[in-house]
């Protein structure tokens, strides 16, 4: 059984971090990208960042560039994304997804939700002024 847990999340002051992680299970891991996405409400869900855990290639959002850093743990199945400098607008539902390694069209792939295989169930990032 494929399982994605997202954890981490919870409420912060504007300019603090979080750590979120995905673990996972059921898949060969470095078969597969990882990404996190977030939905804030009434928004569509976005892509934030991205790793290919077979070469280690990561993507960012331009919102978040220079302020979240992703990386991943081969050997625990397990994708963090440090989150610093956290702002209001970053308040969402944060998601984790497993794709299948698309190769080198990555970079403009990740942040299509179509493209995922698999879903964890979020995690709440609430971020207070």
């Known amino acids: 059984e494929v399982q994605l847990q997202a954890s981490g999340g919870g409420f912060v002051q504007a300019g603090g971090s979080l750590r979120l992680s995905c673990t996972t299970s059921?898949?060969?891991?470095?078969?597969?990208?990882i990404s996190w996405f977030r939905q804030a409400p009434g928004k569509e869900r976005e892509g934030v960042s991205s790793i290919s855990n077979s070469d280690g290639r990561t993507y960012y959002a331009d919102s978040v560039k220079g302020r979240f850093t992703i990386s991943s743990d081969n050997g625990k199945n397990t994708v963090y994304l440090q989150m610093n400098s956290l702002k209001i607008e970053n308040t969402a539902v944060y998601y984790c997804?497993?794709?299948?390694?698309?190769?080198?069209?990555?970079?403009?792939?990740?942040?299509?939700?179509?493209?995922?295989?698999?879903w964890g169930q979020g995690t709440q990032v609430t971020v207070s002024s």
């Open positions: 059921g898949f060969t891991f470095d078969e597969y990208y």
């Open positions: 997804a497993a794709g299948p390694q698309p190769g080198p069209l990555l970079y403009r792939l990740w942040v299509d939700v179509n493209e995922y295989y698999y």
